[in-house]
């Protein structure tokens, strides 16, 4: 891969940012901002904050995504700062954490700017007002990266702790704790809304599934200390950069290596970007440098290669641009080796080996195509034979062949034999159900007696002519529940033609549902439902568009009556109200709400929370998060015990009430650490202690303090 662009700067480029369709945005590591022309790279304006990052593996830096905000650590790394770009001037800072400040992020939607620090604690900062607004649960050790999910909903802190924490900003609550990484974990990116990437201080990579707290895959082949990820615009691939300079590059749909050394680059990589426009990675290294890679590079020259047919030329570049295969050309080239496939298997069924030879022809000096070619023309070798077996009758000796070589079975041959088979069966079928018959079912189906995957079938519909009666019986009544109890103890039920036009009404049904719910009918949608809530194939699917619509009524008609409570409660079990314009109103309420009672909880003020939360004291779904607002300003009340050296029998006094409100969780063993440090004498010990948990608290547990 060569570069089509490159710039040399004075400093390491730490931060790039696409603004805009023009402009480009990058932060050295004396955080000099400057902002460039896409296409000249001529610096356009810009300024120096004079920060100084000698250590910038972690994101010292971040950009709001208008670009009127910027975060930078110090350069003594004791504090975390909030700029207005416009106007140069602090407009906020963290300096709460004990020891240094490893990382900053700003949430997508430009809300807060996070400091997160080697104490394992994250502070967010309103950036409207500069304000310190909450702090995250805390990690045992130093927070290495801080990602946000592109709706920034939720965002996910990777510690050295082994771990990484998941927040929900919407609602202000963790969600999962996700626990598989043997070491430390260094950085981590939002693939999708719902897939989450991180790679560990041994290599080791991992993509969860952020809604269920799971491992979906392991990423295979880092061989390097990865210090840079992104990923492309439209999610298909993964670009991790390492110390070695190396570019790996990953697909997201299978999450395969497609290249452990994509790009090689002599100097540690110390940003990575994407250009979406332009399909453009940009790259910054150790050594000043900053390079534009095109990553579908040579497409142009596939399309020039197409018109003239050289596919294995095409396929070599594909080998060194392995992207390639993801573009249109190389699509197109793989529909016409489909074609070549089928027209030569054609040539081969009409022993018309020659005239198969010739339409490979195009495809030879491709390796891997020359393999399927061979072992294609071998595989036919024995088709005479299988067509003669069928031209004599001699049908189980046909279908013995056909299963030793597969591939017959894609001929016009074996697809006129199973089409016979089925006529057979339909009238053996209907010869079976009348005692009379069954003579004349068996003398149809006699061809077929040998064939394995026949005979089972045909032993069935023999010895049980009643349970096709029933079958019939049970359709003309509609008991389609009982009609799939059937079919779920006789499979061989699905070989008649019945069970296909009870499908193809199920589908219809289907249809009929969607449209009725797009008119917003949602009373003939759900007595449609209820007649598909019969059909197994589609049981969950009509009892949760059921539920959804019963849910709808009920929101909208507490909605209406001004039940807030109702309304809350029903919002929390549904994402498709979540999203509709009255749910992102309601949420929008409580979230304002939840930001001013954040402004009681840091300063571990209990009764202002309660205050401005007072509203929502009774809406049970609103519960867990109300413990997490609670439970911050109490941490905050015994971490602010310590530093005022009180008593160790008061402090000793709130550990033990927070345990029993809350139970213990990964903040109570931190600030236990903590504590045992301040007071080596106490004897005090968490596992004694009678436990609550955060789904079991409720408001009447609200205290003014809890040390008392």
């Known amino acids: 891969m060569n570069p089509f662009k490159k710039k040399n700067l004075a400093k390491p480029i730490i931060l790039i940012k696409i603004l805009d369709e023009d402009k480009l945005l990058i932060v050295d590591s004396q955080t000099t901002i400057m902002y460039l022309n896409k296409d000249t790279l001529d610096v356009l304006g810009g300024f120096k904050a004079n920060m100084i990052h000698e250590r910038y593996k972690n994101s010292v830096v971040a950009f709001s995504q208008d670009g009127e905000y910027f975060a930078s650590i110090s350069s003594d790394a004791k504090e975390a700062r909030l700029f207005h770009t416009k106007t140069k001037k602090a407009i906020g800072k963290v300096n709460r954490h004990q020891g240094e400040v490893s990382c900053v992020g700003i949430d997508p939607n430009n809300t807060y700017m996070f400091s997160c620090g080697e104490d394992g604690k994250t502070f967010a900062i309103d950036i409207k007002n500069g304000k310190l607004a909450f702090t995250l649960p805390m990690h045992l050790d130093a927070v290495n990266d801080i990602s946000f999910s592109d709706d920034g909903q939720t965002l996910a802190t990777a510690s050295y702790d082994k771990n990484i924490s998941l927040f929900h900003l919407i609602s202000m609550t963790p969600s999962h ?94 940003a990575l970007a994407f250009d979406e426009r332009r399909n453009t990675l940009i790259i910054a290294t150790q050594k000043n440098e900053l390079f534009f890679y095109d990553i579908y590079e040579y497409e142009e020259k596939l399309k020039e290669l197409m018109l003239k047919k050289n596919y294995d030329i095409i396929y070599k570049y594909i080998e060194k641009n392995p992207l390639l295969q993801y573009t249109k050309v190389s699509t197109q080239v793989g529909v016409i080796w489909d074609m070549t496939l089928k027209k030569a298997q054609q040539a081969l069924e009409s022993n018309e080996k020659h005239t198969a030879i010739e339409l490979f022809k195009s495809f030879k000096n491709i390796p891997d195509k020359n393999t399927i070619m061979q072992k294609l023309i071998h595989e036919y070798e024995e088709f005479e034979k299988f067509s003669t077996f069928i031209a004599q009758g001699k049908i189980p000796l046909a279908y013995a062949l056909a299963n030793m070589h597969p591939i017959y079975k894609e001929s016009q041959l074996f697809q006129n034999l199973e089409m016979n088979w089925k006529k057979s069966f339909v009238l053996a079928q209907k010869y079976s159900i009348d005692p009379k018959g069954m003579d004349k079912a068996k003398e149809l189906l006699a061809p077929y007696r040998g064939i394995s995957e026949k005979t089972k079938i045909i032993q069935e519909l023999f010895a049980q002519g009643d349970v096709y009666r029933m079958f019939k019986i049970s359709l003309g009544q509609k008991d389609f529940r009982g009609t799939f109890e059937l079919i779920k103890l006789h499979p061989f039920l699905k070989e008649f033609p019945e069970y296909t036009t009870l499908m193809n009404y199920a589908d219809i049904l289907y249809i009929n549902i969607r449209k009725f719910l797009d008119e917003n009918e949602t009373h003939a949608a759900i007595k449609l439902l209820r007649v598909l809530a019969d ?11 059921i539920e959804e619509i019963e849910a709808k009524q009920k929101f909208f008609a507490a909605l209406k009556d001004e039940d807030r409570e109702l309304a809350y409660n029903i919002l929390a079990t549904s994402e498709d109200l979540q999203n509709t314009q009255e749910g992102l109103a309601l949420q929008k309420q409580y979230t304002n709400d939840l930001s001013l009672a954040n402004a009681y909880a840091v300063e571990g003020n209990a009764l202002g929370v309660r205050d401005v939360l007072s509203a929502y004291m009774n809406i049970s779904s609103k519960f867990i998060s109300l413990a997490t607002m609670f439970g911050w300003s109490y941490m905050v009340q015994l971490e602010q015990a310590v530093q005022q050296k009180r008593d160790q029998q008061i402090i000793e006094n709130g550990i033990k009430n927070y345990i029993l409100c809350f139970g213990v969780q990964d903040q109570i063993e931190s600030f236990y650490a903590t504590f045992k440090k301040q007071y080596p004498q106490s004897k005090l010990t968490l596992d004694m202690q009678t436990k609550g948990s955060m789904k079991m608290w409720r408001p009447s547990m609200i205290v003014p303090s809890i040390l008392e």
């Open 177 to 270: 704790k996700l626990r598989a990484h043997a070491a430390p974990v260094t950085k981590s990116l939002f693939l999708t809304n719902n897939r989450l990437f991180t790679v560990d201080k041994d290599s080791k990579g991992i993509i969860w599934d952020v809604k269920y707290g799971r491992t979906v895959a392991r990423i295979e082949g880092i061989h390097d200390n990865v210090l840079q990820v992104t990923k492309s615009s439209d999610n298909l691939f993964l670009f991790l950069g390492t110390t070695l300079g190396y570019i790996l590059v990953y697909e997201l749909q299978t999450y395969k290596l497609l290249s452990k050394n994509y790009i090689k680059l002599s100097a540690a990589i110390t």
């Open 535 to 545: 059909f197994s194939d589609f049981e969950e699917v009509a009892k949760d568009l």
